[in-house]
């Protein structure tokens, strides 16, 4: 048995699959037709496994306790209340957290972190350490207050932060205060509109910081701080 695939199906109660030495892939999306019905995802000492795809349900327990191998990790839009990221696989190089039900979310030093999206939570504790690898951290339509330190992302080079209540922000040291111009296509490189920002000096680091910037192809524009 390598891979599973059991998408649109209906799923209930925990999905537990452990002990597959050859297991690769785990995809099991969208299997939330009946209300609350696939709640827990466990998958074992599965030493091979390395990608888990199972967004769109109810999921609000997991364990890969054993599965050390996984790198990519796709939960969103799901029902889980917390997690603890450094209990995830230490492999892990993509978290998709999209659209759960997160509060607080602590991600202390991490090796292999290449992208994380905790966006469209309810969260209003964030925090993360020496990632030196992440280059895309999406964390935005969250409740994120006060000062936000990014330093130790050398390698950040996307940060969706809109819709939250930031005060300050340091990008000091991250490839966001490298940039010498702002380009800005869907996402965005630096996106924190709509937060509690009063302007320009509220973000350290950032090299050259327009206040104008068309967004894509629409015409209109907005702007970054009030006027």
């Not at 599973?4 to 199906?9: C, P």
């Not at 209906?10 to 709640?39: H, I, K, M, R």
């Not at 609000?60 to 209990?87: H, K, P, Q």
Request: charged letters at 10%; zero cysteines.
């Amino acid at each position: 048995l390598r891979t599973i695939t059991a998408n649109n199906n209906a799923v209930t109660g925990t999905f537990e699959l452990s002990d597959a030495p050859n297991l690769t892939s785990v995809t099991l999306s969208s299997n939330a037709q009946l209300p609350y019905g696939f709640t827990g995802l466990v998958l074992r000492n599965n030493p091979a496994l390395t990608n888990v795809v199972a967004g769109n349900n109810n999921i609000s327990y997991i364990d890969f306790t054993g599965s050390d191998a996984i790198t990519t990790l796709n939960l969103n839009l799901n029902g889980l209340e917390n997690i603890a990221v450094a209990d995830l696989p230490a492999g892990l190089t993509h978290l998709q957290l999209l659209g759960n039900n997160l509060e607080t979310v602590h991600i202390g030093d991490h090796a292999n972190l290449v992208e994380v999206n905790v966006s469209s939570n309810q969260i209003t504790e964030f925090s993360i350490g020496n990632v030196p690898n992440l280059t895309q951290l999406i964390i935005s339509d969250n409740r994120i207050s006060g000062h936000l330190d990014l330093t130790g992302l050398p390698l950040l080079n996307r940060l969706p932060a809109n819709n939250n209540y930031l005060t300050s922000l340091d990008v000091t040291g991250t490839n966001l205060g490298n940039v010498t111009g702002f380009l800005f296509n869907f996402g965005g490189t630096l996106d924190v509109r709509n937060n509690l920002l009063t302007g320009p000096d509220d973000v350290a680091g950032w090299r050259t910081l327009p206040l104008e910037i068309g967004v894509g192809q629409v015409a209109s524009t907005f702007r970054m701080w009030p006027q």
